[in-house]
């Protein structure tokens, strides 16, 4: 279970991180809209900095969660 919960935590970290810096890529150099971020809510480019690293502790997370699962397999 707990396998399938830091494989899910994962996937959902990728993707905050990825909408975050397509967010603030594209306003920061290009002034257009990327993604389906701003289809939701108008964010200023902090902010996306601020989710790219909301997505990276999520992977960082969901990744330890599957290491410490198979870690308690094997004991």
């Known amino acids: 279970m707990r396998t399938a919960i830091g ?3 994962e996937s959902i970290g990728y993707v905050v991180g990825v909408q975050g810096l397509l967010g603030f890529a594209s306003r920061t150099f290009f002034g257009t809209e990327w993604g389906w971020l701003h289809k939701v809510v108008d964010l200023p480019p902090a902010a996306h900095l601020g989710l790219v690293a909301v997505g990276l ?3 960082v997370v969901g990744v330890r969660t ?3 699962a198979g870690l308690g397999e094997a004991a």
Request: aromatic content about 12%; cysteine-free.
């Open 7 to 9: 494989y899910t935590v």
């Open 57 to 59: 502790a999520l992977v």
């Open 66 to 68: 599957r290491k410490a």
